[in-house]
């Protein structure tokens, strides 16, 4: 049978399907419908500081192969994590990846240290947030700023430390260098793109926040470019993400360069999306004689 099994910052997955954060919450719901075990890790609902109660309604909608969201990082801050979800995480035989948000430096600085010293297995850093302190600016959307954020909270991050980019830049390798360059021991991309849609009738834009991220199959060829860029820039891991929903797509993600993956608005209308990816994924390997995930990863062949 072929391996399914993948290797992260030393942190070894049962097979390369991530929960995406925000599209899972810590798991609970899920777990009605399968053991979580059968995901390779679940990459928990993002975490702040501070208790967050999101943004207004409505703040989520389906558009043409996708969805538009600006939930806005709905949760019970980290310390409720730390205190009621986790322990019934680690209980569930999958890697437990604790996603955490910030409006400023200090905030990342404390949940990573927080979370250090929890038995949490890696810790993936959310830099598509508001810097409040720099007047809006996105922690994601330079050099200099993900240079800055990697080296600030790497000094006090104790597990491995994955950075999740933004798509929203004009050069993603160079994103990830800088992440790489700091000190990240992986990178997950991509996340949302920013995007919009207008009630033609009402003239307001369908959700109360005017933007929101757009995620699902519409924003899947700009992953595996973006994923592509990435693995020719830099020498660690990358968890691909951005619109799978299928064993093909997976396929796909991993030829352009990843190494593991992330699958988050399939869970919308299909639960039992994981089962079926891993079942077509097992089977494509056995069918072409590859023995494990290693060998498909950046496996992409130049015209």
């Known amino acids: 049978m072929a391996d399914l099994k993948v ?54 909608a389906e558009t043409p192969s996708g969805i538009l969201n600006a939930v806005g990082l709905q949760n019970p801050g980290v310390d409720h994590f730390i205190e009621k979800d986790l322990d019934w995480l680690k209980e569930q035989n999958t890697v437990v990846i604790a996603n955490i948000a910030g409006n400023t430096e200090e905030d990342y600085c404390k949940m990573a240290e ?59 390798a160079d994103i ?30 369908i959700i109360k926040n005017n933007t929101g991220g757009l995620s699902g199959p519409a924003v899947f060829p700009v992953a595996v470019r973006m994923v592509w860029q990435a693995y020719n820039a830099v020498k660690i891991p990358i968890i691909g993400m951005g619109g799978i929903s299928t064993w093909q797509d ?10 593991a993956l992330q699958i988050g608005t399939v869970f919308f209308s299909d639960p039992y999306a994981p089962i079926k990816i891993c079942e077509g994924l097992e089977k494509f390997m056995y069918e072409n004689n590859i023995k494990s995930i290693a060998e498909l990863t950046g496996s992409i062949k130049p015209w």
């Open 7 to 60: 290797k992260i910052a030393g942190i070894e997955f049962s097979n390369p399907l991530i929960a995406a954060s925000g599209t899972f919450g810590f798991g609970r719901e899920y777990s009605e419908f399968y053991p979580l075990s059968v995901l390779g890790g679940i990459s928990c609902k993002g975490i702040t500081l501070k208790k967050r109660d999101g943004n207004p309604p409505p703040r989520i």
């Open 114 to 172: 927080k979370l250090s010293d929890s038995n949490v297995d890696m810790i993936e850093m959310n830099i598509s947030c508001p810097n409040v302190k720099s007047g809006g600016v996105q922690f994601g959307t330079s050099c200099e700023s993900v240079g800055g954020i990697t080296k600030a909270v790497r000094k006090y991050c104790k597990k491995p430390l994955i950075v999740k980019l933004s798509p929203n830049v004009s050069n993603i």
């Open 176 to 205: 990830a260098r800088s992440a790489e360059s700091e000190g990240a021991d992986a990178i997950s991309m991509i996340n949302t793109l920013t995007g919009m849609r207008i009630d033609i009738n009402s003239r307001r834009p």
């Open 250 to 259: 997976a396929v796909e993600m991993l030829i352009a360069g990843a190494s």
